[in-house]
């Protein structure tokens, strides 16, 4: 593809927007069919899945059209939408049928097919293929722009350079580095080969011919903006445009996170806490924390220094929404953030600067306004705040995956209870409450573990721990315990949840 025809992508976009034009449109598609068709079959390898996402892509470019700017290079567009919508259409499909589908990735990744020839090529084609838009997909937007262009487009290297606005030595630069790139990816992943192989094997293998009639389909719904599509099609679109935005939404949140993390070498110096070294009246119990006293005492606000080992903490409700009055000894500064705000766990909390380690005593026992005044003071006294964001991370969902296990039935306690020997026995608690425990108590799982049960009763649970201090158990054997108890599964996947960052003071 020229670098004229590169160019004229965007007319051809700005002719439909402007003028709805059925021709223009209708070109691109028949142009970019079969690179979206086969970005979408190499992640989900189904023919007919991808055929219903490469028209949801192309939806998606057509209610866009008229906000893309000047410097999109559409394959590249393309590209990344078309992953976007493959990965919703696999969440859809995992969580409708987890088991057929790990079985169907699985003989993805032990490369089961025909090999095309030549031999080499085939073999390093099967290695790469289920790995490829994961990989690409870690680039930079220049690199993956470049390797799509020059690769997947088959443009020559002065074209490429035209396409980004660079030379062609700069073309050829940035494609030799992306593509050297890519080779250390699939190093890690146990494939062998030369950065030449990988560039050959990618131009000849990425692009299948999409089916003949999908063209002609794709433009049709796409025009329609979706009206015509089927539900499942309308699905993918919803949630590949999430994704996008989601996307979008982190660019800079992952910038400033890489800048948060770049400072996390500075020492803060803490102001001395105040004044007076003695303990205060309100620290002063030997049995832990007393609930009594935080109800007895004046509007305080004091964070000092900890007197008491015995850790331990006390609320009492003063009144709608999460101002509720504290008493707590023995905190570290990250779990008075986190509690500051909103009861974030360690699994959910990013601490982007170094926190001092001694730990501290405090009591907040203000009428109301407590939760602000609490991050007021933290703030004063440490020099951190906390920011809410989204980021896309590691997580486990919790799973049923036997509805009909005998472990898994209403509880019979009337009330909650908890108790920790050589295992965690948990008596009428609710799958939330379940789920906190495994992030927070003895296990301390470091992802954030998310509900997808849909259970709404409180159960029975007893999970063996480690009896030999305090290290999470064998992931494995939790997994197993889960499962064979309780019919429940931890799954591994990537998605976008809240977290607290936890920060130096601007």
């Not at 002063?284 to 935080?294: A, I, K, Q």
Request: with cysteine.
């Amino acid at each position: 593809m020229s670098v004229k025809i590169m160019n004229d992508d965007l007319s051809l976009l700005r002719e439909y927007a402007r003028r709805n034009s059925e021709e223009a449109f209708t070109t691109l598609v028949t142009r970019h069919v079969a690179l979206v068709y086969s970005v979408a079959l190499r992640q989900v390898r189904d023919p007919h899945l991808a055929e219903e996402i490469t028209q949801a892509v192309f939806i998606i470019l057509a209610r866009k059209a008229g906000s893309l700017g000047d410097k999109t290079i559409l394959p590249g567009w393309l590209c990344r939408t078309a992953r976007y919508a493959s990965a919703n259409a696999l969440t859809i499909q995992r969580r409708r049928q987890r088991r057929e589908q790990e079985a169907h990735m699985q003989n993805i990744l032990t490369g089961d097919g025909d090999a095309p020839s030549p031999q080499v090529q085939a073999e390093t084609w099967n290695q790469i293929a289920p790995l490829l838009d994961a990989a690409m997909e870690k680039l930079g937007q220049k690199d993956h722009d470049a390797l799509v262009l020059r690769f997947f487009e088959g443009l020559n290297f002065a074209e490429v350079g035209a396409t980004l606005g660079a030379s062609e030595d700069a073309a050829k630069m940035r494609v030799s580095r992306a593509l050297e790139k890519l080779r250390k990816y699939f190093f890690k992943r146990g494939v062998t080969c030369t950065a030449a192989t990988l560039g050959e094997t990618i131009s000849a293998n990425s692009v299948q011919a999409a089916p003949a009639l999908l063209a002609k389909t794709a433009t049709a719904v796409a025009l329609a903006k979706g009206a015509t599509a089927s539900l499942s099609t309308l699905t993918l679109i919803k949630g590949a445009l999430k994704i996008m935005a989601w996307t979008k939404a982190q660019t800079m949140v992952v910038a400033t996170a890489i800048v948060l993390l770049a400072a996390g070498t500075t020492t803060i110096t803490v102001k001395e806490i105040e004044k007076s070294s003695g303990p205060q009246w309100w620290q002063d119990f030997d049995n832990g924390v007393n609930v009594e006293v935080l109800r007895k005492a004046p509007p305080l606000m004091e964070i000092r220094p900890t007197v008491n080992t015995n850790g331990g903490s006390a609320e009492v409700g003063s009144g709608s929404g999460n101002e509720e009055q504290r008493l707590a000894m023995a905190y570290s500064v990250q779990q008075m953030v986190r509690d500051a705000y909103g009861s974030w766990t360690d699994a959910r909390t990013i601490v982007a600067t170094q926190l001092p380690s001694e730990r501290y005593d405090f009591i907040d026992s203000l009428p109301k306004g407590a939760t602000q005044a609490f991050k007021d003071a933290i703030k004063a006294k440490f020099g951190v705040t906390g920011n809410v964001v989204t980021v896309v991370t590691n997580v486990l969902l919790l799973q049923v995956k036997n509805s009909h296990s005998p472990g898994l039935r209403p509880s019979s306690s009337e009330l909650e209870s908890s108790a920790i020997s050589d295992e965690m026995s948990l008596d009428g608690v609710t799958i939330g409450q379940l789920v906190w425990n495994l992030e927070v108590n003895e296990f301390q799982i470091p992802v954030p573990v998310i509900d997808e049960t849909g259970l709404t009763n409180r159960y029975d649970f007893e999970i063996p721990r480690e009896t030999s201090g305090t290290k999470p158990p064998n992931f494995d054997e939790l997994n197993k315990t889960l499962f064979d108890n309780y019919g429940l599964e931890l799954v591994p996947t990537n998605l976008p949840i809240q977290m607290l960052v936890v920060d130096k003071v601007k």
